[in-house]
């Protein structure tokens, strides 16, 4: 027996169908952690339903390439309206997941096509009841109006994508399951089985298809992960680190590099600032002083929110003069903005922790704060140890 033979026959469906639950199940799996993490969340309760229904389905698909059961009326019909159920709710499901929020999705439409699938079967067995009458062929029931039915709902959804963020792989498993649709519609009306390469397409078309799903379902749990992990050790507002968060990350430094600085920002008047001109605005300038932060903080430390107007930033790279960091800072923040702000910078010294740098920082910023703001001060433990450096290095010089 060639791989063609194998493919094209019945091992052939049973080897697909089994790939395709393997995939469903996967899937099924990721839906309920979606669920029990968000839920708010009715799509996730929705995929944990309906993925069992397409488990059966692909199992009454196997059962199809079993010469006893393969005969069944009713198994075929179950089939082929499962498969159009499932694929409405399926379609809907990841259009409302990647749909952005500025275009709203209803599930009207989506209702009117399920109530369709079972308007369609209703009218072909009105007029056609000796379909249920005889035993199915070799090529299934001829349901011709549902498989028609199929292709229209798929063509429909496919130019309704307007808003998806993944447009073009949510698009890539639409024209994949098309072609399915098509090529086992033209094996089963038109070459009866008599072309194995049609008959390989509908075994393998929907194992592709519903991989496809399974990445961008994959994808939206990874997204989902970063989002949480994001918002754990971020603040909402600027996104900045965290006190906590830029705490860990100031500790890791220190034992990295064993040397590093804080710079301590505090946005000068800001609390006028609120009162005057609304908390609207305040969050917009807090947000642009957070990003000179950031920018300036790139590749050589981090940057974080320590509370209210006041932020910091982290020094950990070799070589650099924080106090020339600080007032790069300070003079962005005056030209760029609407507002001034007080720095202080500190220094690590042996045995001296993370909280001791920040307080001296702290300190350093107050004094900027209470000599006329919008200046840099450094703390007089960093000016002493670079007064002593500097000493040193003059009596180590060459005469």
Known sequence: MTIVQWLAGPTGQ????????????LMLFMSI???????????????????????????????????????????????SIAALLTFIIINFVFMKLYTQPSTRLKGMPFLIMAVGVFAVAGGQLWFMPE???????????????????GLVLNFAILLNLRGMDQRFSYSASLVVYFVYQLSDLTDAYVFH???PMLVILSHLLPLIYYTLLFLLLFEWVIERLLTTFQSSITDGLTSLYNRRHFHKKAESMLREYKRIAIIFCDIDNFKKLNDTQGHHKADGVLKQVAEIMKEETAGIGAAGRYGGEELLALIAAPGIKP???????RRRVEHETMVTISVGVSASREGISVEEIVKQADEAMY??????????????AMQRSRS????????NAPA
């Open 14 to 25: 049973i080897f697909a169908s089994a790939s395709v639950i393997t995939i469903l199940v």
């Open 33 to 79: 952690r979606l669920y029990k993490s968000y839920r708010r969340n009715k799509l996730y309760r929705l995929l944990i339903i309906v993925l069992p229904i397409v488990i059966v389905q692909q199992g009454a698909l196997v059962s199809t390439a079993f010469p006893g059961l393969s005969r069944s009326p009713y198994l075929h019909l179950f089939y």
């Open 131 to 149: 379909l249920l009458q005889q035993p199915a062929g070799s090529d299934g029931l001829p349901l011709l109006a549902l498989d028609f039915y």
């Open 193 to 195: 089985g008599q072309v």
């Open 323 to 329: 106090e020339e960091v600080a007032e790069t800072i």
């Open 367 to 380: 004094m900027s704060k209470t000599t006329g703001k919008n200046k840099v001060s450094l703390h007089p």
């Open 388 to 395: 002593r450096s500097s000493d040193n290095a003059k009596r």
